[in-house]
């Protein structure tokens, strides 16, 4: 199980960062939601990857799982959730007002 | 004891900013008038807190009376009390000139943004939580995403959305590492964190320094050390004028989380690090100088050399925070107080001449109104971003070259003196381009309403330079204080009552 996890946060990973660096904003903002996809699954597994064991008090647990870390989840997806959506707003304001969905500024050296 | 009052810093514009988002949006002038007297009241209570924490020494405040490491707490100490002060002080004065220019008035939430990003900074300052910081950092940005864009444009918005994908990039990061930290140490409490890594055991060392780097990476996002500077100079270039100004006080919350984590959890003694970090920061640093004095003398508009120098400022500030010394971390302080005025300043700045000429790049155009104030404030804000006599920057250029040791000294005393170098030149092109050769074109400037309220503030911002100018006396035995409770943090830890004491 530790070899799947792990082999899906680093896929979704890659394919996140190959995906941010386009120069359009739709794959980017798709790149960065795998990424925080990927990101989430670690901040899960870093209570330690265990099967079928309850993360709050139980009378018959032999052994709990860590219940810290998916509430941190919980919060990091909130979160991202919130930023992706923010940033979907300002891309869709940005295309609109340029006629484009480019992401890197016109003439940026020269301004 | 100081109490309740810890929270005050954010509970306050959280309320003020929900109450005039959802009861004020349609009316200007009240939301003007609850949102100033709010800051102004959040300025108050900074310097009361840092009249606190001075007397009484760190405080902890337990959210919900959970014990640490359990719960989320806050914790008051000098550092966290003066950055407060500092972005209420900022904050309070570059509302002014929101208003005195009529900025808030071009997009209807300007206000409720406003106290939410307040909100956001004052938690970052305050937190003693590693989790909880990145909260406090979300919402901060967020809330900088909105005014960012405030008052749209193709171009803004554009520069905007890169801004965005950047710090959501940092967010990830930020994730990563302290889901790292987690998984090593099982804590995130940033006083848990100082007592418990000492201790970690061989096999995680390696573990807590890739977590380590990448929490100095997000730090370097937001404190625009090169390489991760380059969100900085487009974001500063097209926001607001008056948002920019504020955003001067972002960059520090990266330099300020820096100085927090990596005096108290990631010391340069600790065996599992060393002196990594310290190392990784000075040569950015010392890159960034360079980067940061170049971009200054090859900027094209007044927009981006301010942007730059204020990269600059930020090597600067780093170079003296890379050093890790009770010396050297009081000169950074101090640094960072005059950075934060005067890039503020000039940002303001900026934005009167832009607004004047309708366009900041830097050629010659015709006299615009009010230029003699104008240029008679840019030419004292200039010197003080370059670090000339006699103002702050000279003295915090000073106190940082004073405090540096060791086998470096002659790279940063050469690298600090060069880039200021490339500053004053690259100021001096900018003031002769902008206000002296206008003089050759006759053509009466172009009417613009004075805007009173704008020079005042900008006039406060000034006044603060000079204030810390005049003050450096007081003001560094005070930094150097809070410093030594820096590299000392035995009370700031038992301020969190671990294990219940």
Redesign the interface.
């Known amino acids: 199980m530790e070899l799947l996890v792990a082999s899906s946060i680093g896929m979704m990973t890659a394919v996140g960062i190959f995906l941010m660096l386009r120069l359009r904003t739709f794959p980017v903002i798709v790149g960065l939601t795998m990424i925080s996809y990927a990101c989430n699954v670690f901040i899960f597994a870093s209570g330690r990857v265990v099967a079928g064991l309850p993360p709050i008090l139980s009378k018959d647990a032999t052994a709990y799982s860590d219940p810290l870390p998916q509430a941190l989840v919980l919060t990091a997806i909130v979160i991202s959730f919130g930023m992706t959506a923010v940033l979907v707003m300002i891309a869709l304001g940005a295309f609109f007002e340029a006629g484009d969905d480019r992401i890197d500024l016109d003439e940026e050296g020269a301004e | 004891m100081m109490s309740h009052w810890i929270i005050a810093p954010v509970v306050l514009p959280a309320i003020i900013g929900a109450f005039t988002l959802l009861v004020l949006r349609n009316t200007l002038v009240t939301a003007r008038t609850v949102s100033t007297a709010a800051t102004a009241i959040l300025l108050a209570i900074a310097l009361y807190l840092m009249w606190g924490a001075s007397h009484e020494g760190p405080e902890a405040y337990f959210l919900g009376n959970w014990p640490a490491p359990f719960g989320i707490v806050l914790v008051l100490d000098r550092l966290s009390a003066l950055m407060v002060a500092l972005a209420a002080f900022l904050a309070l004065v570059v509302q002014l000139y929101a208003i005195g220019t009529g900025w808030d008035a071009k997009g209807r939430h300007f206000h409720a943004l406003w106290q939410f990003q307040l909100m956001g900074i004052c938690g970052a300052f305050l937190t003693g939580d590693a989790?909880n910081l990145f909260?406090f950092f979300?919402v901060l940005?967020?809330a900088s995403?909105g005014l960012m864009?405030h008052g749209?444009?193709?171009?803004r918005?554009?520069?905007?959305?890169?801004y965005?994908?950047y710090n959501?990039?940092g967010?990830?990061l930020f994730?990563?590492g302290?889901?790292?930290i987690?998984?090593v140490t099982g804590t995130l409490n940033m006083a848990d964190l100082a007592a418990k890594l000492p201790s970690l055991p061989e096999g995680d060392a390696a573990l807590i320094r890739v977590a380590g780097v990448m929490l100095l990476m997000v730090f370097a996002i937001k404190g625009a050390l090169v390489p991760l500077h380059t969100w900085l100079p487009?974001t500063y270039?097209q926001a607001p004028g008056p948002v920019s100004a504020l955003f001067a006080v972002m960059t520090k919350v990266g330099a300020y989380a820096v100085i927090r984590l990596y005096t108290l959890a990631f010391p340069a003694d600790l065996p599992a690090t060393g002196p990594l970090f310290a190392d990784l920061i000075l040569a950015a640093a010392l890159i960034t100088l360079a980067v940061g004095g170049l971009g200054v003398l090859g900027a094209?508009?007044l927009g981006?050399l301010v942007a730059f120098a204020a990269v600059t400022s930020m090597g600067t500030l780093f170079v003296a925070v890379a050093q890790f010394t009770p010396e050297a971390t009081a000169a950074a302080l101090y640094y960072a107080l005059h950075s934060t005025l005067a890039a503020g300043a000039l940002f303001l700045l900026a934005d009167l001449v832009l607004a004047r000429r309708g366009q900041d790049?830097l050629t010659a155009a015709p006299r615009i109104a009010q230029q003699g104030l104008i240029a008679g404030l840019f030419m004292a804000a200039a010197i003080a971003a370059a670090g000339m006599p006699p103002l702050s920057g000279f003295l915090g250029k000073l106190l940082i070259l004073d405090a540096t040791r060791g086998p470096w000294l002659a790279v940063i005393w050469s690298g600090v003196l060069a880039s200021s170098f490339l500053v004053i030149l690259g100021f001096a092109k900018a003031g002769a381009v902008l206000f002296w050769k206008s003089h050759a074109d006759t053509t009466p400037p172009a009417p613009h309403a004075p805007q009173p309220l704008a020079f005042v503030a900008v006039g406060a911002l000034m006044a603060g330079l000079v204030g810390l100018t005049l003050a450096a006396g007081p003001v560094t035995a005070w930094l150097a204080t809070t410093a030594a409770e820096l590299h000392d943090p035995a009370a700031y830890i038992a301020a969190n009552k671990l294990g219940g004491q």
């Open positions: 989790f909260v979300e940005l967020i995403y864009i749209g444009g193709r171009d918005l554009k520069a905007g959305v890169q965005v994908a959501l990039v967010s990830t994730l990563l302290l889901a790292t987690y998984s487009a270039a094209r508009s981006r790049r």
